[in-house]
């Protein structure tokens, strides 16, 4: 119940593709969805999140689209670059838990120049 | 110095020795995490404070353990590890127990041998 389920784990796409990773949750408490991306050698860095009232946000060319019903929530980075190349994790997290975070096991993405 | 800092950045170690790592915010915040970070597996949660205080403690072996002199100040005393402790350290901060994401330092990347 408290678990993210992430995928792919892996993913390589063109410079200028949509890379799109998506994770699944089973507890309807959650209501908070962040998602963190991690560079080698540093630690995660929250790029973008969304709260369930919504059904997307969008910040740059990084959009989480939210799908209340289905349990579901995806990231999806537009005209993706060489510099995007990086680990994401999804997180989730429930406010009368303390707002602590759990984690998807995180998908590496690779984008070709 | 701003953000989550975390020393040493690399760390070698025999099973029988004893280091400690440390981990300072100049955010403000209240809250403190440890996390281990394994390849191709979730981020684990290790241990949590607040205002000073273990509000947490994932089952972690007491090979490990933590200590919070400050809200500034997180460390992770290591003593007898085995090589399967192996991993990226991070060590997280937030405010109110992160409503609104957390700031994670570099990590430690600790190797038992």
């Known amino acids: 119940q408290q678990q993210v389920k992430q995928s792919p784990q892996s993913l390589i796409v063109q410079k200028g593709g949509i890379p799109i990773i998506n994770c699944a949750y089973e507890n309807t408490a959650f209501d908070y969805f962040p998602w963190y991306q991690q560079f080698p050698g540093k630690g995660p860095a929250l790029l973008i999140a969304i709260r369930p009232d919504v059904s997307e946000k969008k910040e740059g060319r990084f959009t989480i689209s939210f799908n209340k019903s289905a349990k579901q929530f995806s990231l999806h980075i537009m005209d993706s670059q060489p510099g995007d190349s990086a680990t994401y994790f999804c997180a989730a997290s429930i406010k009368e838990y303390g707002n602590k975070l759990v984690f998807g096991a995180g998908t590496i993405l690779r984008v070709k120049s | 110095e701003t953000g989550v800092t975390q020393t040493p950045r690399h760390l070698v170690m025999g099973m029988t020795n004893k280091k400690s790592l440390k981990c300072e915010q100049h955010?403000?915040?209240?809250?403190m995490y440890w996390y281990k970070q394994s390849a191709k597996k979730p981020l684990e949660l290790m241990f949590v404070y607040s205002l000073e205080e273990r509000v947490e403690n994932n089952s972690v072996p007491s090979r490990f353990s933590p200590e919070c002199p400050n809200s500034s100040h997180l460390f992770l005393h290591l003593h007898t590890l085995q090589p399967e402790d192996s991993a990226l350290y991070l060590c997280?901060?937030?405010?109110?127990?992160?409503?609104?994401?957390?700031?994670f330092g570099s990590g430690t990347r600790l190797t038992v041998v």
């Open positions: 955010l403000g915040h209240n809250a």
């Open positions: 997280a901060s937030s405010q109110g127990f992160g409503a609104y994401g957390y700031t």
